[in-house]
């Protein structure tokens, strides 16, 4: 009988130890894994694929050259947000529930961005947005940093390029009302050249259009009729091609400006010879490296995909080397003090520059202005402190 006994607690005792090493690691990742998880959310299918695409290469190839951390691989989760800000939250909440991420790069898009920001929020998971530049991501989201410039300066460089640089005076906007993104740029340039120009009327046209449209003939007609000095047509890449193209076919002469969405191989595609010469602000030049990471970047990246990278490409390498830096020196993956951990970062040496984040979680930085000459993207100024 006492044999039995025996038998049966050293059984209980055998079930409970197994048991046991199934529970969630404290370290997040994997229950019980030595691997560190980070979740990446980028819009890989639909309107916005090739942002998503560009930014991933730069994730994939910091992860390559930088797989370990507090002794642990680090492996990268990839969902696809299909370029939808349904699809975006849905991604955002697989991270989190399922694949039991550390933290999250990502998006491409701040629409996607800030359909994100609720969920990672509630689950204290920081995240690093890559080239969301409306203000809203991050705004009373103490969880949401991100590595680029906002909105608000992004305009105010591009305002004052066409008022210094092109002496415009009169200015119509085209704008793509379904995107947070051409909204809020197109509202942050308005307020900035009125400024400017000192003249309440000087934006003399608004044309709307959305996302996914294809013929913006009636509202380039009208765009037409007022005769502007500039162009400012913040929007995704494929719709913003396609508005320059059917510009120049209109017999629109004027310069025709933009932002950072441009930078992609498929808006020189689409828009073919009618883009050359169109202006835009952006992140990153590969003609001015900043700092040795910069150059190390651009020797890796070249090595790893043979051609020039694109500067959100840069600042999702930059969003992985942030993080695998504050948790290098957070010496843990607890997750609230790897919040403080990111917020008290300073001067960090990245592909794109060296960043600081504010008290917003923005990072300061420098403008690069960039036109399309001989069908690629080429380096035209550098932008500091603008105002």
């Given at each position: 009988m006492k044999k039995k006994i025996a038998l049966l607690l050293?059984?209980?005792?055998?079930?409970?130890?197994?048991?046991?090493?199934?529970?969630?690691?404290?370290?997040?990742?994997?229950?019980?894994?030595?691997?560190?998880?980070?979740?990446?959310?980028?819009?890989?299918?639909?309107?916005?694929?090739?942002?998503?695409?560009?930014?991933?290469?730069?994730?994939?190839?910091?992860?390559?050259?930088?797989?370990?951390?507090?002794?642990?691989?680090?492996?990268?989760?990839?969902?696809?947000?299909?370029?939808?800000?349904?699809?975006?939250?849905?991604?955002?909440?697989?991270?989190?529930?399922?694949?039991?991420?550390?933290?999250?790069?990502?998006?491409?898009?701040?629409?996607?961005?800030?359909?994100?920001?609720?969920?990672?929020?509630?689950?204290k998971i920081p995240t690093i947005g890559t080239s969301c530049t409306n203000p809203l991501v991050t705004q009373g989201n103490e969880y949401y940093f991100r590595v680029c410039f906002i909105d608000p300066y992004q305009g105010t460089v591009m305002a004052n390029y066409a008022?210094?640089?092109?002496?415009?005076?009169?200015?119509?906007?085209?704008?793509?009302?379904?995107s947070d993104y051409s909204i809020g740029l197109a509202k942050f340039f308005t307020d900035s050249f009125k400024k400017l120009t000192g003249d309440d009327k000087a934006i003399i046209e608004v044309a709307n259009y959305n996302t996914g449209d294809q013929d913006f003939t009636a509202q380039l007609t009208n765009?037409?009729?007022?005769?502007?000095?500039?162009?400012?047509?913040?929007?995704?890449?494929?719709?913003?091609?396609?508005?320059?193209?059917?510009?120049?076919?209109?017999?629109?002469?004027?310069?025709?400006?933009?932002?950072?969405?441009?930078?992609?191989?498929?808006?020189?595609?689409?828009?073919?010879?009618?883009?050359?010469?169109?202006?835009?602000?952006?992140?990153?030049?590969?003609?001015?490296?900043?700092?040795?990471?910069?150059e190390k970047f651009l020797t890796e990246y070249k090595k790893e995909y043979n051609k020039e990278p694109a500067a959100v490409t840069a600042l999702g390498y930059d969003a992985y080397l942030i993080l695998i830096k504050a948790l290098e020196q957070n010496g843990s993956t607890d997750s609230v003090k790897l919040r403080d951990t990111l917020a008290n970062l300073k001067d960090f040496q990245g592909a794109a520059g060296v960043v600081n984040f504010d008290e917003n979680r923005n990072a300061i930085k420098n403008a690069v202005i960039k036109h399309v000459k001989d069908g690629k993207f080429t380096f035209l100024d550098v932008v500091d402190g603008v105002k």
């Open positions: 050293s059984s209980l005792i055998l079930m409970t130890s197994v048991f046991a090493g199934c529970g969630k690691s404290s370290e997040g990742g994997k229950p019980g894994s030595d691997v560190i998880r980070i979740g990446v959310f980028e819009p890989l299918t639909g309107a916005n694929a090739g942002g998503g695409a560009l930014e991933l290469e730069g994730i994939k190839l910091a992860n390559k050259l930088y797989p370990e951390v507090l002794g642990k691989k680090v492996e990268l989760v990839v969902v696809d947000n299909k370029s939808d800000k349904v699809e975006a939250a849905n991604a955002a909440a697989k991270l989190v529930e399922k694949e039991k991420v550390t933290a999250i790069v990502g998006s491409w898009g701040s629409s996607l961005s800030m359909a994100a920001g609720d969920i990672v929020k509630k689950a008022y210094n640089k092109l002496k415009a005076k009169k200015v119509a906007i085209v704008q793509e009302v379904g765009v037409k009729s007022k005769n502007p000095d500039a162009i400012f047509a913040p929007g995704n890449f494929t719709e913003s091609a396609l508005v320059i193209k059917q510009a120049r076919q209109l017999g629109i002469t004027c310069p025709i400006i933009g932002g950072d969405t441009w930078e992609t191989p498929q808006f020189i595609e689409i828009g073919s010879k009618a883009v050359e010469g169109a202006v835009f602000s952006t992140f990153f030049a590969t003609e001015k490296p900043i700092t040795k990471e910069s």
